[in-house]
């Protein structure tokens, strides 16, 4: 998890990057979820300065590469304790689901 400066498209943003396309898949999912509970909440898909696929980023030094989420400063300086705390519950709840089994095809 990092954090930007710039400028978000929204105030409370948070951009989704890296190269395991299955976790990603996963998270994207359940921030999109707690976006219709939190609906201030912006989440998209990362810019490439913040893309987290360049294979020597540190998270993607794991055999399936990693997921990275860059926080906006708002969102890290202004949001509530319930924003972070939903943060908190989508990612643990992201991580804690088991990988999508690969099709058997006959």
């Not at 939903?86 to 643990?92: H, S």
């Amino acid at each position: 998890i990092h954090g930007f400066t710039e400028p978000p498209p929204q105030p409370f943003t948070i951009y989704v990057g890296g190269r395991n396309e299955a976790l990603r898949s996963r998270v994207w999912r359940r921030l999109l979820e707690m976006q219709r509970v939190l609906p201030d909440l912006h989440v998209a898909e990362a810019p490439p300065h913040f893309s987290g696929r360049n294979p020597r980023n540190i998270m993607n030094l794991a055999r399936e590469g990693g997921v990275q989420l860059e926080l906006s400063e708002p969102l890290r300086k202004q949001s509530s304790a319930a924003h972070l705390t939903e943060l908190a519950i989508a990612l643990r709840e992201a991580l804690s689901e088991p990988p999508a089994r690969p099709r058997c095809s006959l």
